[in-house]
């Protein structure tokens, strides 16, 4: 359970990089290339990408982000799927990302953002 709750701390602190646009912040907890995919399609992002889009955003969008009824599966000792449902952009939303360990540290390799109905 204790790594359940460190994934999705780790979770909390992405969007809390997102709300403050600490570019640095999100950047070290991100695994370069990484896949994000959303309403807008699916993207290969590199780091230079990613610095580039978090310069875009103000973070007002990404306050108070609330992570409810998330579910954490290992699929083994190095990597992770969390999955939740947020409010983002006045839209319900269900997110994904894939948490991988890599040199004693976690990062996300990949996040998923789709609409619920």
Same mark, same amino acid.
């Given at each position: 359970?204790?790594?359940? @709750?460190?994934?999705?701390?780790?979770?909390?602190?992405?969007?809390?990089?997102?709300?403050?646009? !600490?570019?640095?912040? *999100? *950047?070290?907890?991100?695994?370069? /290339? *990484?896949?994000?995919?959303? /309403?807008?399609?699916?993207?290969?992002? +590199?780091? +230079?990408?990613?610095?580039?889009?978090?310069?875009?955003?103000?973070?007002?969008?990404?306050?108070?982000i609330?992570?409810? @009824?998330p579910?954490?599966?290992?699929?083994?000792? !190095?990597? *992770?799927?969390?999955?939740?449902?947020?409010?983002?952009? @006045?839209?319900?939303?269900? !997110?994904?990302? +894939?948490?991988?360990?890599?040199?004693?540290?976690?990062?996300?390799?990949?996040?998923?953002?789709? /609409?619920?109905?």
């Amino acid at each position: 359970m204790q790594i359940q @709750n460190e994934i999705i701390d780790l979770e909390k602190r992405y969007w809390q990089a997102m709300a403050e646009s !600490d570019v640095e912040t *999100a *950047a070290s907890l991100t695994r370069f /290339p *990484a896949i994000v995919s959303g /309403p807008r399609g699916t993207n290969l992002v +590199t780091e +230079t990408e990613y610095r580039e889009m978090m310069g875009e955003h103000t973070g007002d969008e990404f306050r108070d982000i609330e992570l409810r @009824n998330p579910k954490v599966e290992f699929v083994n000792d !190095d990597l *992770a799927i969390l999955s939740y449902e947020t409010m983002v952009r @006045n839209m319900r939303m269900q !997110d994904v990302s +894939t948490w991988v360990r890599e040199n004693d540290k976690w990062i996300c390799a990949f996040h998923s953002e789709n /609409p619920l109905q």
